[in-house]
């Protein structure tokens, strides 16, 4: 591997992974010697300080994260605080507990719960990362399936759907109890 191929690739490498990694595993991924590695980062930060690049490197001990300077912090926080402080409505809530529980379901399964129209908010949920969708049931109309994500489990602290807390009888409406 060329050196400036080393650079490149150790640039993708840590863009993709977005979170600090060490530079034995740079390494090992690239099949260089730590020290070609070392090299190669150290050269990428000189570049990136002589081209005023909005990038940066921040190492860790003996792992390194590509980072925005702290010049643009203000801007990247105002895009992220977006997504971040985005609360949920009430509303929402039911919406995404009744497909967690259900999955995969119609919008027309949720409103039949809810009894209301549910399509903007399982729109936003989507928008969200929250929710998506799992195909098309093989029904009229060829009706959309929705489930939960990943990113639903990680916001709310769950390893997978099994730890979602059992569904109380007392909450359930009087018609639905057995």
């Known amino acids: ?48 300080e002589q081209e005023n690049s909005p990038l940066e490197l921040l190492f860790l001990g003996e792992s390194c994260q590509l980072v925005t300077r702290r010049e643009f912090g203000p801007y990247i926080k105002e895009l992220l ?3 971040k402080n985005a609360k949920l409505s009430q509303a929402a809530l039911e919406v995404l507990a009744v497909i967690a529980y259900n999955q995969p379901i119609t919008r027309g399964f949720v409103e039949q719960v809810r009894g209301v129209d549910s399509s903007s908010i399982v729109t936003s949920l989507v928008e969200k990362g929250l929710v998506e969708e799992r195909g098309r049931l093989d029904l009229p109309g060829r009706p959309i399936a929705y489930g939960t994500t990943e990113n639903f489990l990680r916001c709310f602290g769950l390893g997978s759907l099994e730890e979602l807390p059992p569904v ?6 009087a018609s639905e109890e057995a």
């Open 1 to 48: 591997m060329t050196y400036d191929t080393l650079k490149r690739t150790l640039t993708a490498l840590l863009f993709a992974a977005g979170d600090p990694v060490e530079t034995a595993r740079l390494a090992e991924i690239t099949q260089c010697s730590r020290p070609a590695v070392l090299a190669a980062l150290d050269s990428l930060q000189e570049q990136w």
């Open 81 to 83: 605080l977006i997504r």
């Open 168 to 173: 109380r009888k007392d909450a359930l409406p």
